[in-house]
């Protein structure tokens, strides 16, 4: 059994702010470089990997033991609903998970009163689950591009998506309606990893548990 620690990490920013944060645990990589196009790094001395994967996949990589430990939105976790540990919440990547509708529509919409909508979404399971709590049916139309397009060319009337600072939204003529979930980066374990990496895990666990901490504290 090897005793190295694979990380799976999305490629990108969140990437970079997981380094980042790891380092102040003594998690590094060297080997590792903003401008490399390699997938997997190696710093071999302290028995770490990392594979630069997609955020999507990430859960995977990890539920099926390619990786033991990785970091992804918490939309993806409650989007796929994988068999994973989620020991800690970084406390980056904040974004929020929203319903929007076009600004015209808003004026004289009350979402109380919708019973059957067509939805476009990049998150199916979850805007299924929102809709049927409360009691609305949902035409759910999958997307992976630019949500916002879809009501401005009549494909729906409504959409789930992510929203940082909402700019997006407004300069489409879109405006929230519901805030479904507030979204940060998680880190995740697989299960049979956290047995048998038991120490090297846990130790990583607290000792992020209180790197966070200290940030919180502080702001």
């Known amino acids: 059994m090897s005793d190295t620690l694979t990380f799976a ?4 920013r969140i990437m970079k702010d997981s380094m980042e944060l790891f380092a102040r ?3 590094t990589c060297p080997e590792m470089s903003d401008d490399s196009r390699k997938l997997v790094f190696e710093n071999r001395e302290d028995r770490l990997r990392f594979m630069a994967v997609r955020a999507t996949d990430v859960p995977t990589y990890v539920e099926y033991g390619c990786a033991d430990i990785g970091v992804v939105g918490k939309d993806t ?13 970084l406390k980056f990547g904040y974004c929020r998970l929203v319903v929007a509708e076009p600004k015209e529509l808003r004026r004289n919409d009350d979402p109380a009163n919708w019973s059957n909508i ?26 992976y ?13 409504r959409i789930v998506d992510l929203v940082s600072t909402g700019a997006t939204l407004r300069e489409n003529g879109m405006v929230e309606v519901d805030t479904i979930a507030e979204i940060t980066s998680r880190l ?14 846990r130790r ?16």
């Open 188 to 201: 995740i374990v697989n299960r049979a990893s956290l047995k048998t990496k038991h120490q090297r895990i």
């Open 145 to 157: 591009g630019s949500i916002e397009l879809a009501p401005l060319v009549g494909l729906s009337e």
């Open 118 to 143: 067509r939805v476009a979404t990049k998150y199916p399971n979850i805007t299924e689950r929102y809709f049927a709590a409360r009691g609305v049916q949902v035409e759910l139309i999958k997307l």
């Open 77 to 89: 976790l409650l989007e796929q609903g994988k068999d994973l540990y989620e020991p800690l919440d």
């Open 204 to 219: 990583l666990i607290e000792g992020l548990e209180q790197v966070v901490g200290e940030a919180a504290r502080i702001s």
């Open 25 to 27: 645990v003594g998690i």
């Open 9 to 12: 990490l999305p490629k990108g």
